[in-house]
């Protein structure tokens, strides 16, 4: 079992431009949501899904979209990017309800906006 | 809806105690324990469910308070490997499917 896969590990933007962050999962997990994680502010929380065609807002939407159209895969796109977003991007799941079950944690992506 | 930690930071001698407070204003189903080592991912230490229960792994352990909506972590004759950004996680009854990290406490053990 590869876990939880991130792609890519490191990417450098420029103001303006578009990307997705992959995220796939080969667990068979409900449960998959996006953090981003800024020195001094821990993880907060992006987007959530519990469950494929099911996806809701965390406390730090703006900017961002996500779709599960499969169980496996949770993409995040920036629409835009801003030196704002320069972050260090985690996908977490679980296999319900993070409730009940602990996150699984990707390796990280780590963006950089110019 | 972030819970809150306490101490943001602390400094260990080897085989010394530690204590890591979370706390939350609202009423939580559960507590997660995470411990991230630096340019790694966190990685799940336990989780506390509502009924007051303690676990316990290897020598680190933890407690929930569901009345008082806290949690503590106990890190008992500490090791080099302790060393890392501990998180607590929590999900509120009223936030569905929210679960929120708190700020983490930078534990550094020295020999």
């Known amino acids: 079992n590869a876990g939880v896969t991130q792609t890519p590990k490191f990417q450098v933007l420029k103001t303006g431009q578009s990307m997705t962050l992959q995220c796939a999962q080969d667990m068979n997990h409900e449960y998959m949501s996006w953090y981003r994680q800024d020195p001094g502010m821990g993880l907060r929380l992006i987007h959530y899904s519990v469950g494929a065609g099911i996806t809701d807002q965390g406390e730090v939407p703006n900017g961002y979209n996500v779709s599960r159209s499969t169980t496996e895969d949770f993409p995040l796109r920036l629409l835009s990017a801003a030196p704002s977003q320069t972050s260090v991007y985690f996908c977490?799941?679980?296999?319900?309800?993070?409730?009940?079950?602990?996150?699984?944690f990707g390796n990280g992506t780590r963006l950089t906006v110019t | 809806q972030q819970p809150v930690q306490s101490p943001q930071a602390v400094i260990l001698r080897e085989g010394e105690d530690a204590v890591i407070n979370c706390s939350s204003s609202k009423a939580l189903y559960s507590v997660h324990w995470y411990r991230q080592k630096h340019g790694e991912a966190p990685v799940f230490l336990m989780i506390?469910?509502?009924?007051?229960e303690q676990k316990g792994h290897e020598k680190i352990s933890a407690s929930f308070n569901e009345k008082k909506q806290q949690s503590s972590l106990y890190l008992t004759a500490s090791q080099l490997s302790y060393s890392g950004t501990y998180f607590c996680g929590t999900e509120t009854l009223n936030t569905g499917n929210q679960f929120y990290f708190g700020t983490g406490t930078s534990l550094t053990v020295i020999p």
């Open positions: 506390l469910l509502k009924g007051g």
């Open positions: 977490a799941s679980s296999y319900v309800r993070p409730r009940e079950s602990p996150l699984h």
